[in-house]
């Protein structure tokens, strides 16, 4: 009777356990960074200087190509942060800034590449949305 009640416990706690929540989803991407989607972040980000030299789309990942002066690439932190608003238009449009946190006092032009996963900017009954990367004068299309 016994050996009955300790089964009976075990079977419950091992029920209990198996319950449990899953971890919470954890995105990969094969791109260097996520697009921030946060309209206070857009309004209020400050960017060093620095001039977009090229772009390429590959999949979902935009990579991007900015110059800039500095002593060393290595040391700056790019984010692309989306305001959080679309256009309404056909396509429909987002609206991004480009933040380049740059504290180096050199007088040398560098480069550097990142790129950004875009398949957060993806919008429901869409299959391309339009990109303005405030400073950029070039429009670009994302296709999903």
Known sequence: ?????????????????????????????????????????????????????????????????????????????????????VGESFPPQRYLKLELFNNEACLAVLTKSQSFDLSSLSIEGATEVVLNIEGFEESINYTY
Not at 17 to 28: A, G, K, L, S, T
Not at 30 to 47: G, K, R
């Open 1 to 85: 009777m016994k050996n009955s009640k300790v089964f009976s416990v075990l079977a419950l706690c091992l029920l209990i356990f198996n319950f449990q929540c899953d971890e919470d989803e954890v995105i990969y991407s094969d791109c260097d960074a996520l697009v921030i989607i946060d309209n206070t972040a857009y309004e209020n980000s400050e960017s060093a200087n620095y001039s977009i030299l090229n772009y390429e789309l590959e999949g979902d990942c935009l990579n991007i190509e900015v110059s800039s002066s500095g002593c060393n690439a290595d040391t700056w932190q790019l984010s692309l942060i989306d305001s959080g608003s």
